[in-house]
């Protein structure tokens, strides 16, 4: 395999890519709003409500659902920073896996949708190159940033948490253990995942626009995750997220199989 040539495509895309503000744009705001200002307005509600509203009755039939380690956690804390550190940890950790995974579909979507619309797919089909080689270089294009990109929006989110919520909390409070798992398993299963079923959407579509769109719809299920979550019906565990991540690298890595057999120029070439 050319690797010279798979990091000439991979440069070549990520140069477009900076070049069209129709794709980085949505690739900065959505996890400035993700990381950042969902989580500050959240870490600082009690001062806006009152600390009041944090220690009623009302909470508790949502904390009556927790684990019992967690639970125990709870117990020894004020219900203001039961709030914060619930919202920062759990609530909202569904979050942090649509950043990876909307990057990763941006990305692919762009490969060669985005190729079609600037005429720039015919010249790329002709280099020589082969159909692995292009293939692996619009997979890997898209990959790499989610994770750079993904690996950022934590630390930022991290940062952004831990800071507002100091001076209730009085301590460093995130992240909680099953983090890690989310970050360093799930987080990059859910990108493969979005990244297979819209690279292989990508190459049979005609613009970024229908290809970006088709795509969006993987983020549905992170939105259910993220309802059942804030209505005590599941928690995110370590082995919840195991077992959502192995779900996810299988179904990714199949897509991106499919992608790999099916990818042929002399057919796209035909459509163009």
Known sequence: MNWRAIRA????????????????LPMVIVPAILQVVVPL??????????????????????????????????????GVQQWVYMSANYLFAPLFLVVPLM??????????AGEKERRTLESLLYTPTTD???FVAKVLGA???????????FVVYGLTVNLAGQRIMGRVFFPATMWWPLVLWLGPAMAL???????LI???????????????????????LMIAQMSGVLFMSPTLILILGL???????????????????GEIIARI
Do not use: C, H
């Open 9 to 24: 495509i991979i440069a070549k895309d990520l140069r477009q890519v900076r070049q069209n503000r129709l794709v980085w």
């Open 132 to 134: 692995e080689e292009l």
């Open 202 to 224: 990508s190459s049979k579509v005609s613009t970024f626009m229908q290809a970006q769109q088709i795509g969006g719809l993987l983020v549905l299920p992170l939105v259910g």
């Open 247 to 265: 779900a996810a690298w299988a179904i990714g890595a199949w897509l991106v199989w499919i992608g790999a057999r099916t990818f042929a120029r």
């Open 41 to 78: 307005a959240t870490v600082m509600l009690p001062a806006l409500a009152g600390p009041s509203e944090f220690e009623g009755e009302d909470m508790t039939a949502l904390y009556r659902a927790l684990p019992a380690d967690l639970a125990a956690l709870m117990a020894s804390l004020s």
């Open 143 to 153: 990959m790499v940033p989610s994770q750079v990109i993904g690996l950022a929006s």
């Open 193 to 199: 995942l979005g990244l297979g079923a819209t690279v």
């Open 103 to 112: 990057i990763a579909s941006i990305l692919a979507a762009d490969s060669f």
